[in-house]
């Protein structure tokens, strides 16, 4: 039985249990939130297999005036909105075809079908409306003890999808316990190539989720270890650095950060390691940006040693400067924690004060316009800046009579 099932005694839960039985559909909850309920974990998104087919579920959620967004039909699936809770409903399905990237599927009535199907034990758990489970490959178990563990032979459920060999760890990295799968690290080890086929968007979802774990250290070293990450990652990796990081964040009261964490993976990211990144995890544009400023911040992050946590901060994007400095200390010595503290606290007050003078005040003191202008109100904006924002207006002008 579930552990925890107050997201299946949940209004809108309930609200979609009653419109499916009333259209005669027949179901159980699958995947995440099973497992997770089951462990006492906080259950996020809601999974539903059944062996009706997409438009029976389209036509029974609808009578009952509930929202259904056909997301997937080839695939059978059907996204339920109730109020603003998704849930996505799927048919049993078994693989006809698979490439190592995508499937074909058919529609079945199997249950246990569907679960063979699926990548890990403890991700084939089925849970009725009333919490009782249905487990066919020893899931239960293997989620209770912390085994990550292929249903089947894992080299040919990776030769299925070679993104299982990043599930694969990520799994351990959040649900593990003790070592590694022996069988499944073989196999991961000797497929690793194959995660080179896999799309950067692909990749990238799987290494923010385990960079995200609460300690994903060790299960680097296992990628590492078993041949995987440098198919995955275009970049030298440095253990130490995140487990520092890592700790850093826990002593400052941050949550996990999978960009600041992905920096301290590579050590201090410089612009080739930070381009072949997005080249290959097809990283955003504002990712990539935040990258580049933990090294190009270096000499704003200079200042927080000194507490000029203002002037470090004017002008920047304050989250990236308090990346910048952890990233720095964590590589370059000893972190100072109580002054990396006092700039989180800093930040959350901060407002940044704005410069009292503008071109026009120097047009008015008879400066001419061009480029003599803009390095006059660029040296006294940072005569300003350095002054720790206290000189006002009459204190700007006066000091531009003097240039």
Same mark, same amino acid.
């Given at each position: 039985?579930?552990?925890?099932?107050?997201?299946?005694?949940?209004?809108?839960?309930?609200?979609?249990?009653?419109?499916?039985?009333?259209?005669?559909?027949?179901?159980?909850?699958?995947?995440?939130?099973?497992?997770?309920?089951?462990?006492?974990?906080?259950?996020?998104?809601?999974?539903?297999?059944?062996?009706?087919?997409?438009?029976?579920?389209?036509?029974?959620?609808?009578?009952?005036?509930?929202?259904?967004?056909?997301?997937?039909?080839?695939?059978?699936?059907?996204?339920?909105?109730?109020?603003?809770?998704?849930?996505?409903?799927?048919?049993?399905?078994?693989?006809?075809?698979?490439?190592?990237?995508?499937?074909?599927?058919?529609?079945?009535?199997?249950?246990?079908?569907?679960?063979?199907?699926?990548?890990?034990?403890?991700?084939?758990?089925?849970?009725?409306?009333?919490?009782?489970?249905?487990?066919?490959?020893?899931?239960?178990?293997?989620?209770?003890?912390?085994?990550?563990?292929?249903?089947?032979?894992?080299?040919?459920?990776?030769?299925?999808?070679?993104?299982?060999?990043?599930?694969?760890?990520?799994?351990?990295?959040?649900?593990?316990?003790?070592?590694?799968?022996?069988?499944?690290?073989?196999?991961?080890?000797?497929?690793?190539?194959?995660?080179?086929?896999?799309?950067?968007?692909?990749?990238?979802?799987?290494?923010?989720?385990?960079?995200?774990?609460?300690?994903?250290?060790?299960?680097?070293?296992?990628?590492?270890?078993?041949?995987?990450?440098?198919?995955?990652?275009?970049?030298?990796?440095?253990?130490?650095? /995140? =487990?520092?990081?890592?700790? #850093?964040?826990?002593?400052?009261?941050?949550? @996990?950060?999978?960009? %600041?964490? +992905? &920096?301290? !993976?590579?050590?201090?990211?410089?612009?080739?390691?930070?381009?072949?990144?997005?080249?290959?995890?097809?990283?955003?544009?504002?990712?990539?940006?935040?990258?580049?400023?933990?090294?190009?911040?270096?000499?704003?992050?200079?200042?927080?040693?000194?507490?000029?946590?203002?002037?470090?901060?004017?002008?920047?994007?304050?989250?990236?400067?308090?990346?910048?400095?952890?990233?720095?200390?964590?590589?370059?010595?000893?972190?100072?924690?109580?002054?990396?503290?006092?700039?989180?606290?800093?930040?959350?007050?901060?407002?940044?004060?704005?410069?009292? /003078? =503008?071109?026009?005040?120097? #047009?008015?003191?008879?400066?001419?316009?061009? @480029?003599?202008?803009? %390095?006059? +109100? &660029?040296? !006294?904006?940072?005569?300003?800046?350095?002054?720790?924002?206290?000189?006002?207006?009459?204190?700007?002008?006066?000091?531009?009579?003097?240039?």
């Amino acid at each position: 039985m579930l552990t925890d099932r107050s997201w299946l005694d949940a209004k809108p839960t309930r609200t979609l249990i009653a419109a499916l039985d009333n259209g005669g559909v027949d179901f159980r909850f699958v995947g995440g939130a099973v497992r997770d309920g089951l462990l006492g974990r906080p259950v996020t998104d809601i999974d539903i297999a059944t062996p009706a087919r997409p438009e029976d579920v389209i036509r029974a959620v609808e009578a009952a005036r509930l929202k259904a967004i056909p997301t997937g039909m080839a695939h059978g699936t059907v996204t339920v909105l109730v109020g603003r809770r998704p849930f996505e409903i799927t048919t049993l399905r078994r693989d006809v075809e698979t490439d190592g990237r995508h499937a074909v599927v058919a529609f079945t009535d199997d249950w246990q079908a569907d679960a063979a199907r699926r990548d890990f034990t403890m991700n084939a758990l089925y849970a009725d409306r009333g919490g009782a489970i249905t487990d066919f490959f020893g899931g239960e178990s293997d989620a209770r003890a912390g085994r990550v563990r292929f249903i089947g032979d894992p080299a040919t459920r990776i030769g299925e999808d070679a993104l299982r060999i990043l599930r694969f760890f990520r799994f351990h990295a959040w649900y593990g316990r003790n070592g590694l799968d022996d069988d499944g690290l073989a196999a991961c080890s000797k497929l690793a190539a194959m995660v080179e086929r896999l799309s950067g968007e692909r990749v990238r979802v799987e290494i923010f989720k385990t960079l995200l774990a609460p300690d994903p250290a060790p299960v680097w070293r296992a990628m590492i270890s078993a041949g995987v990450m440098v198919h995955a990652i275009p970049a030298a990796i440095r253990i130490e650095v /995140l =487990s520092s990081m890592v700790a #850093l964040e826990g002593a400052l009261g941050l949550a @996990p950060d999978p960009l %600041r964490r +992905l &920096a301290a !993976l590579v050590g201090t990211p410089s612009p080739e390691v930070v381009a072949a990144l997005k080249s290959r995890l097809r990283l955003a544009n504002r990712d990539e940006a935040h990258l580049l400023s933990l090294g190009a911040l270096a000499g704003r992050v200079a200042l927080i040693s000194r507490r000029a946590f203002g002037q470090a901060l004017y002008g920047a994007r304050p989250h990236r400067v308090r990346d910048a400095a952890m990233l720095s200390q964590i590589t370059t010595g000893t972190p100072d924690t109580r002054t990396l503290a006092d700039l989180c606290r800093f930040m959350g007050e901060w407002i940044e004060p704005r410069f009292p /003078l =503008s071109g026009a005040d120097l #047009l008015s003191a008879g400066t001419p316009p061009g @480029p003599e202008m803009g %390095r006059i +109100l &660029a040296e !006294l904006e940072q005569w300003w800046v350095a002054a720790d924002f206290l000189p006002n207006r009459d204190a700007c002008l006066a000091r531009l009579r003097l240039q």
